[in-house]
């Protein structure tokens, strides 16, 4: 069984900062890309930032600038550092894990964290 948990959503005003973290827990051989997913309401999932296993990172040009993915795999964990936050970055943030179990990798979600940017 593997399972992701998530923390560090909240309110936070505009212009504020906020600090996602996702840690992986079970038993599985590698974890390879991490990814952060968005959804507000009313619109679809977006891929929000993804890093792969040796650091490579890609962004969504609406965070470019601002936000900030890093991982850490001795802990099996991936960070997202949110800056400059506006009302549109409000959304469930959902975390993603391509993660080998046994033979195939399959990806693995978190159960969402709460993020609203609001005065």
């Known amino acids: 069984q593997v399972q992701l948990v998530e923390s560090g959503g909240g309110l936070v005003q505009p212009g504020g900062s906020l600090r996602l973290a996702c840690a992986a827990s079970?038993?599985?051989?590698?974890?390879?890309?991490m990814a952060w997913h968005r959804q507000a309401p009313g619109k679809q999932r977006e891929l929000v930032a993804i890093?792969?296993?040796?650091?490579?990172?890609n962004y969504a040009d609406s965070v470019k600038g601002r936000f900030t993915i890093s991982r850490d795999n001795a802990k099996n964990t991936v960070n997202l550092q949110m800056a400059s936050l506006n009302p549109e970055d409000t959304a469930v943030y959902y975390c993603r894990m391509n993660i080998q179990r046994l033979f195939t990798p399959n990806d693995y979600w978190g159960q969402g964290t709460q993020v609203t940017v609001s005065s």
């Open positions: 079970g038993r599985f051989v590698s974890i390879y890309a």
């Open positions: 890093i792969t296993k040796d650091g490579s990172t």
